[in-house]
């Protein structure tokens, strides 16, 4: 069931957001610590179809409540009065409202530094001051404190247990908790009006996500980070699964850690990882078997769970080169390797290693620059090429450019490209904005630069990816 949060800060508004949320959610929470004014539950309530939770959270547990306690206490007395199907009660706050008609009690553990583990003890207590549903909610910024965060709502016992994790990530958590039975996942009404930064709204549970069809055979697809390139990622392969009645779904993850993602996965039956830059480098312990040449770059963005172990794969490496190709027979006409070309590459990490590789691999004297002089002077030397000073880059003279770092950013300032380097004789190779156009690329267009566009690159690797994981073909609009 999905629980939609709202969080009205005047009582006319409130009414209103909750006659919306009914009409789009199972259960509403009611959250009246952001209201202005002491609120009148009867008339807000009245002609509420769907079960209302009542809540009040302090601001040490996250919340917007900056009266006193004492206060508090008396607010949520009258909450119950009113009758709500449920009133939300902190454990150490619960021995001080006795149950009163029907209204559960939803009894509320929160922490606002780290995971919960000590859930037994806990769950005793929670007994013992008559809960009828005990909840945990925790910071979830990566699947490490997400997990005992599912544990706690996946095993049976004499109480039902809900979790709300916070932050972006807590989706991962809420898309979980619907395969595995969560009593019911929290939701926003919209944009603007999160229970807490980040959270998901209903329309993207259910547009992007088709959550109402996720159940215990879904089978999910890891996807690593949570930024423009991955949701949109995300958007896509989601569409080609549904297009094809395959009960799969991508799952937005954020992963730290590798010395338990294997045993994650394993429990979880996620057999795919599709990584993004910050991961890919990285990832390469997790691999067990690789190929040499995306082994050479540093980075792989794809990783599969075969018989043998997880195969780790470069699909970016390889759409690019599909893409390279035929644009260096229309610069380079003569020439099938580039031993007398230069190619300066610009940005670091995973994207700047690919680059690096494909063009050593055709021989071609690279050099690498990027606004962090440090880091792009750390990585050049790794990678035995020439390191170029940022603010010197317009002293020099290229064949061919890439745009490797999604943080690159056009204008005249210090640590930014200016657009006037892109002369009309340049190659250009966009790997700075993949799912979408980046400024530069657009400049390097308008200038009359030959381009290799970095949207076709990444259409060109969905597509590659979608059909590793379905053996079906994906459609791109």
Known sequence: MLCISVTPTSRTLAKVDLLNASRQGDIIELCIDHLAKEPD???????????VIVSCRRQQDGGKWHGTEEERLTLLR???????????????FAPKVPRFGSTQRVIAVTRMDRPEYDIDSIFDEAVTHRAD???????TPSMDEAWPLLAAVSQRRALPIVGQGTGRPELTFSLLGQKYDSPWIYAALEKGMEDHPGQATIEELRDVYAIDEIDRQTKFIAVAGFGETEQETVRLLNVGFKSLSLNTRCLPVEIEKLDRLGKMFDILKIKVLIANSKLGMRIQSFA????EADAATGFLDLLLKRADGWHGYNSLRRSTLKNLEPKLKEAFPNESMLNRRTVLVIGNGGLAKTAVSIFQNKQAIVSLTGPDEKVAKQE????????????????????????????????????????SYLRPDLLVLDFASLSSEHPLSREAKERGCLLVDGREIWRDQMQAQFKTITGETLQIS
Not at 41 to 51: A, E, Q, T, Y
Not at 288 to 291: G, S
């Open 41 to 51: 539950f009867k008339d807000m309530l009245d002609g509420i179809s769907k079960p």
């Open 78 to 92: 009258q909450a119950i009065v009113a009758g709500p199907d449920y009133i939300e009660l902190d454990l150490d």
């Open 380 to 419: 050049a030397n790794d990678l035995e090429v020439r390191h170029v000073p940022f603010q010197a880059l317009y002293d020099t003279h290229h064949d061919i450019v890439v745009l490797a770092s999604p943080d690159l950013q056009k204008g005249s300032g210090r640590l930014q490209l200016n657009p």
């Open 288 to 291: 067990e078997v690789t190929d």
């Open 133 to 139: 549903v005990l909840k945990f909610r925790w910071p």
